[in-house]
């Protein structure tokens, strides 16, 4: 099976590996695939993990929590499919229509801003069992319990903090539960540190940047812009009638389409989730008649041939990565067709 595959960040964190499918799957296949997803790019620094179902112009969560930053990281997938710069479509955790403005601004990034009309932002005060004065922000798809305060950087204090609140106010069954701490610096900036847990697929992080998180502390503060645990800043715009949020965004890596090895010149192995074989004649008839399958008629072309090969194909994207396994066997992920 083809598997076409991006990690984007926003506000250059908070990582969103991103799958782009045909068809929708079960949410159980979510859950699923989506721990596998994270799995593949744990090395780039993924944070989260969604699906691009192209067929209902959707993006689900593999949590089926709200997500803004992976929203922005799904339109930006959209637009390089598609080339559009205005998009609309959905998303889990929120039940209208998205639309989004996706502006390139170098090869690999953009800025992407995107509205979520009809976004109800829930907003009631609390205090921790010490005392605390806290702000339940409730944005459907994912609640967050807003702090003004020094954060804990000690990840054991911050989980434990975590924890301890989600049970106080009775939030173990929400798709996703945020605690975010903020200050307000000398010259008025507001910065946060936002620690997520999602249900569902049983993630934790002490994310590097955080859109929802952006919404609810930009609720609670009246600021606009706040800057992230990155250092960069994410701009939240909230009315009574819609939420909209815009930064500047990241293709850090293109993955995947399907894997060519080379145990030695002459005999060529193609391998995905439903064949394996050896047998340079079924590579071929598998392949068809793709510019790689042309490439790989004679079965001694050089790996070093096949990507050049590869890469001359305007209908592929440039992005082309290999590695050496300790079996020898080189493993090359060709880029994805357009």
């Known amino acids: 099976m083809t598997k076409n595959q991006t990690l984007i960040t926003a506000a250059g964190g908070n990582g969103t590996a991103i799958e782009i499918l045909d068809q929708a799957l079960t949410r159980k296949e979510y859950e699923s695939r989506g721990k596998a997803l994270e799995g593949d790019f744990a090395a780039d620094g993924v944070e989260q993990a969604g699906f691009l179902i192209l067929s209902d112009r959707h993006f689900e969560m593999a949590g089926g929590e709200f997500c803004g930053n992976a929203t922005r990281s799904a339109a930006v997938a959209l637009y390089e499919r598609y080339g559009e710069n205005d998009l609309s479509f959905t998303v889990s955790g929120f039940t209208g229509t998205v639309s989004a403005s996706v502006k390139p601004l170098a090869e690999k990034t953009f800025f992407v801003e995107v509205t979520f009309p009809g976004m109800v932002v829930k907003t009631k005060p609390a205090k921790l069992q010490d005392g605390t004065s806290v702000s339940i922000v409730d944005l459907g798809g994912i609640v967050h319990i807003v702090i003004e305060g020094e954060f804990p950087k000690d990840e054991k204090m911050y989980t434990a903090a ?48 955080c859109g929802s998180g952006t919404i609810a502390v930009g609720r609670v503060t009246g600021s606009s812009s706040i800057v992230q645990p990155t250092g960069k800043s994410i701009s939240a715009e909230i009315t009574e009638g819609e939420v909209t949020l815009s930064s500047e965004m990241e293709v850090v890596r293109r993955k995947a389409i399907f894997g060519v090895e080379l145990p030695h010149r002459k005999h060529l192995t193609y391998r995905d989730s439903s064949v394996h074989t050896k ?41 082309v990565s290999f590695r050496l396994a300790s079996n020898r066997k080189r493993v090359m992920d060709f880029p994805t067709l357009i």
């Open 162 to 209: 975590h924890r301890q609140i989600v049970d106080q106010f009775g939030l173990s069954e929400r798709d996703a539960v945020g605690v975010v701490w903020f200050q307000r610096e000398s010259n008025e900036a507001v910065v946060i540190h936002p620690v997520v847990w999602v249900r569902a697929v049983d993630t934790f992080y002490y994310e590097s940047s």
């Open 279 to 319: 047998r340079p004649s079924e590579v071929l008839h598998t392949l068809r008649n793709t510019p790689i399958a042309r490439s790989m008629r004679d079965n001694r072309t050089s790996l070093d041939e096949v990507i050049k090969s590869a890469c001359r194909q305007p209908l592929y994207l440039r992005a």
